[in-house]
């Protein structure tokens, strides 16, 4: 089974695809040497970081302006 799992990962998003983007602004920034505040990453690759960090609350997704 996957960590987090999408079920709990929706309590923290408005919709699947937001989600999506920003784990993978998220983990782009880490690909490109950015630090993570997650202690032990269950994840060995940013985009399971960016997911795990978003579950902890340690990076907030809002909605932006169109």
Known sequence: MLYPSIDEMMNKVDSKYSLVVAAA???????????????????????GVALEEI?????VVTRGEE
Do not use: C, M, N
Request: a positive charge; glycine letters at 8%.
């Open 25 to 47: 602004r998220r983990a782009r920034l880490l690909r490109e040497g950015g630090k993570t505040d997650v202690k032990a990453p269950r994840s060995h690759k940013q985009v």
């Open 55 to 59: 579950y902890e609350d340690r990076i």
